[in-house]
């Protein structure tokens, strides 16, 4: 995603002074639309807290998308990923967070193979919500091995 500097929305490349030869993937990537994520945390206590650190940005200034990811897979122990499979992990983006910003983080149980989470700035705002995904790791085993039969 492309942002104007000052004003920080979104611009398209041939508004900028983005390579114009450089070649853009035009074809549908993704066949399922996207989930329309409203969770709420309101009443809930936060999984845990983390200050945006400068590693955590990027370029523009602001957090590093991939970053959310890393503070999603935080919310989980790494023995978790020892029984279960990540099979989809869709992030949402509401709004920027920076350096020295301070996210609460929310992660809600949905049914054995879903999770919700969020994060919050300081001031309460949703800056990302998540839905992950995943299944028994057995499942995947099983799996690879009827699919090398």
Not at 21 to 38: A, Q, S
Not at 92 to 103: A, I, K, P, T, Y
Request: net charge negative.
């Amino acid at each position: 995603v492309l942002l104007d500097a000052d004003t920080r929305a979104i611009r398209l490349p041939e508004s900028t002074c983005y390579p114009m030869d450089f070649d853009y993937c035009t074809e549908k990537v993704l066949d399922k639309p996207f989930l329309r994520l409203r969770p709420d945390f309101t009443d809930g206590i936060p999984y845990m807290r983390r200050r945006i650190l400068p590693t955590d940005i990027d370029m523009s200034r602001h957090t590093n998308n991939t970053q959310y990811a890393r503070f999603i897979l935080d919310c989980f122990p790494l023995n978790f990923f020892d029984q279960m499979e990540l099979t989809e992990l869709e992030i949402q983006f509401r709004r920027e967070s920076r350096e020295g910003e301070e996210l609460a983080i929310y992660k809600k149980q949905v049914s054995d193979t879903e999770y919700q989470l969020a994060g919050t700035n300081e001031a309460g705002q949703l800056v990302f919500s998540a839905c992950m995904k995943v299944r028994a790791a057995e499942e995947m085993q099983l799996e690879n091995m009827t699919a090398k039969e």
